[in-house]
């Protein structure tokens, strides 16, 4: 049995007051939900800040990326010790901005995924396509590599402490949602992917989340559905309102 997982991205948002003041806001409004696993992934700068504003509650923390060497000359980047210490459980990897933005790819994702399980970090693996490629009928081919790839190297014991993010391009930041049909296809897909990596019992214990504009009133449909073992949020995390769908 998956436990449904609900992360809030929040992206470049909030400052480490105001991260205190939704933390204290949120705490408990999410307080009691023992079936669903709830993770703040806030900016760098408010980690530390969070992991002690939350302790003694159910909220984990995550970071919203790290990069794949140990240490050195890389100015600007943090490595993955640094999110260990700083009291992190997850970290999202391959965000479709970071692959938009800052030269994302599926090899430094791998890269990523790797180095985080060597640092006892569980990778939150964002896949999914652009609303071009779904128009071109590549969805599923695409993130299929995405998987594949982001994991190669990846032994089944570790694999099943990941989680998956489909998370359509199209859906993110612009109120478009998949239906709950078209998620749950992607998201059988990847589970289908996973299988032939690894096999059924590991594929059937790795959480898949969806991501791309959910909200309160989506949430319960999306995660009703067989293969999607709760979300990854956005504009809706920076909110109350991120507490009712935790309370899907
Ligand atoms: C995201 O960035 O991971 C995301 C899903 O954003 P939104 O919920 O705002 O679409």
Redesign the pocket.
Known sequence: MRKTIVAG?W?MNKTPKEALELIETLKPLVAGRDDVEVVFCPPFIDLMLAVEATKGTNIKIGAQNMYFEESGAYTGEVAPNMVKEAGCEYV?LG???RRAYFGETDETVNKKVLKAFEHELKPII?VGETLEQREQGITEDLVRMQTKIALKDVPAEQAVLAVI?Y?PVW?????KTATSVQAEEVCAAIRKVLCEIYDEETASKIRIQY?????AGNAAELFAMPNIDG???????LKADFAKIVNF
């Open positions: 991205n992206k999202i965000h479709s901005e964002c993010a998370e859906a993110i930041g612009t109120g991501g791309g504009s959910v909200n979300g990854l949020v956005g504009g809706a995390s």
